[in-house]
């Protein structure tokens, strides 16, 4: 029997959110360097090493645990000096180029100036190991003799431990098994799961001890010799298997079905080229970075939401990422339906926020999700997640016509509107609202979920159950992405027009109880007492991509996004710079999220507003080029953009983070108002705007029904747009309509 259903309407006071990444090290100050590769990745500093620092986040991971806390290299003692350090094009290598110090003599060996060796690191992972290389060449007049030494060590800390949670009990560290090349290091959760990290080191070190291991170099002028390490971690007792092939067979090997695996899903993905080569790098920067974060489950590729704090599936975040790459990659759509269906909630379970039909929040792997010390083992704590799943479902079958690979999935479906009515309505008012069933779930339960992300005017928190006004737009978009699932299926017509009776009473429904005439949009929520969230906040952007607003009220919204309220140079923040809770410095309340950003754009080109949606993608090209390797981040805070400055980095901020990622690529589709027709095989282009500094855009691969295409666009005549296709294969053909 399922226990009783109880929610929780209070608000969340300050300090209470007992998930809140509290770690007190900047992530932006670190500037780290990122790897990953399926559920294992790493955080390193500049110079390649993983540094023991109290709070600090770096170390290699592997499903939620930190199977290595420190890695770091010195020469004879000391930290060699760093000349570069750049991760490729593709996001899968990190290369780091050092010297050495001045090194003093110690009776054995001579001084050694500084700048007589190159030091380079590579790095990269596969099959939950990584793979090093460290190549150390002479540029010494005489002979050299140093020692080369690499200190290791393994906490295994569970990812919420990084993050700052605290545990009254661990598991059991074991000693560690030291071999001729190779130590492992051991421990045993209460969970009763061995994991393990094995290093192993080629060639052998001339000494090797449980925290350390030391080469001694002898170096000829101009000679050069390599180091392999290699890194595997394990949480089956196994993490020796596989490790008989030899290292440098291993490294190689790796590394090359690394780079063919990654040349396979470029050759599916359609790519940009445009008259602006630090727009090229953004969009180029962004497709690596997906191809980073995308893992392959059995049922096809998934975006993991972003590293380091969220590199596991997420719902939402992957079905949002899914949708603003739908015009390049339409594959990552149909692996992130066909996986959140697999794990879609099929019982009551008030632990995990779950009922049936319910589509998942995250998954966790750790040692403390394992044991219930965090309630994120498979948790639903998400209201939008399950009338997204169906909205992406309708959207990838406009994408690509393809209705026979979403007739597995119609019964997810269904279940997933079977939620909407019967759960999702928590108080029978004809919109859909959240409330959690246990205290350790999250409060908020929208994608500002952060503990004081929905208020009222004055600033007070709202009290639940809480209807966002994005949730009413996501669940309008459900119900007629249903019927038209149901139609390309050929069920019966009952239910497509039920469902579309049911969007339009919402629609009803909703511009009575949400638009605010005085505000000039739309409310934050209604909340438990059906009182309006007066608040202007950017979750209206969201609702003109739902399809929900009337065309007024769509150009009311848009207009009041634009202004410098909102817009603050960079992008449109998550608040109104007149609300009561503004901060610009906060995660929910005046920051700027890129993905917050790409989706208003979405709804705003649903409205034929493509203008205003290149002016958002301008702000978050200028963005991205002001920041490190051209990458959006998770989020920047919300302070006015000025002349030679930056965005004003989030201390915390996860980065890469898919659907930031995605963000610019949803936004350069919605500028140029691109759509598909499957049936006609008709790629088209409704009103393009180019956003300003760009006067050629070029999309090559465009793919449908098994005919690919290249679409050039230029500036013409003052503003207009002039279209050619360059190339095509297949029965394929382009329009542009203006």
Known sequence: MNAPQTFSGAPVESGVDAHAITTGISLQEMRPRMLKRDDTFAVLDRNGDALPVP?????????????LSRLELRLSGTKPLLLSSAVSDDGAVLTCDLTNPDVAGDGRRPDLERDQLHLRRSKFLRNATCFERITVRSYAAAPLTLDLELHYA???????????????????????????????LAY???DARRRETRLRFDPAPARIGPDRASFALALAPGERKTILIETRCDSDGTAGAGASEPARTAFLRALWEDSRARRAVLARTASV???????????????????????????GPYPYAGVPWFSTAFGRDALVTAWLT???????????????????ATTTDPAADAEPGKILHEVRNGEMAELGEVPFRRYYGSVDSTPLFVALAGAWLDRTGEAESLRPLWPNIEAALRWIDMHGDRDGDGFVEYGRMTEAGLANQGWKDSWDSVSHADGTLAKGPIALCEVQAYTHAAYLAGARIARA?????????????????????FEAAFWCEDLGTYALALDGAKRPCRVRSSNAGHVLLGGIASPERAAAVAKQLLSGTFHSGWGIRTLAATEARYNPMSYHNGSVWPHDNALIGLGLARYGLCTEAARVLEGMAAA??????????????????????????????????????AAPIGLLG????????????????EQPVLPAGLDRVTLRGLALGGGRIDVSLRRAAGDSVAMSVSGRRGDIGAVLAV
């Open 55 to 67: 709070g600090g986040p770096e170390g290699l991971y592997h499903r939620d645990t930190r199977y």
């Open 154 to 184: 393994a906490d295994f800390a569970d990812l919420f431990e990084v993050r700052g949670e605290r545990r009254p009990r661990r598991g059991t560290q074991h000693p560690p098994q030291i071999g001729p090349d190779s130590v492992t």
């Open 188 to 190: 045993t959760g209460l």
């Open 273 to 299: 080229v445009t008259s602006d080569t630090g727009f090229d790098e953004m969009i180029g920067r962004s497709v690596a970075d997906l191809g980073m974060l995308t893992t392959q489950t059995p049922e």
């Open 326 to 344: 739908l015009w390049l990659d339409p594959a990552i759509a149909l692996g992130v339906l066909r996986h959140l269906a697999a794990l879609q």
């Open 489 to 509: 299926l050929g069920l019966p017509p009952r239910r497509a027009e039920a469902l579309e009776k049911q969007a339009a009473a919402l629609r009803e429904r």
């Open 624 to 661: 991205a080029g002001r920041l490190d390797l051209r990458r959006l981040p998770e989020l920047f805070c919300g302070f006015p953009r000025r002349g030679g400055q930056s965005p004003t980095a989030y201390p915390v901020a996860c980065a890469p983070q898919a659907w930031a990622a």
């Open 670 to 685: 919605a500028c140029l108002g691109l759509s598909f027709d499957p049936a006609a095989r008709i790629v088209r282009l």
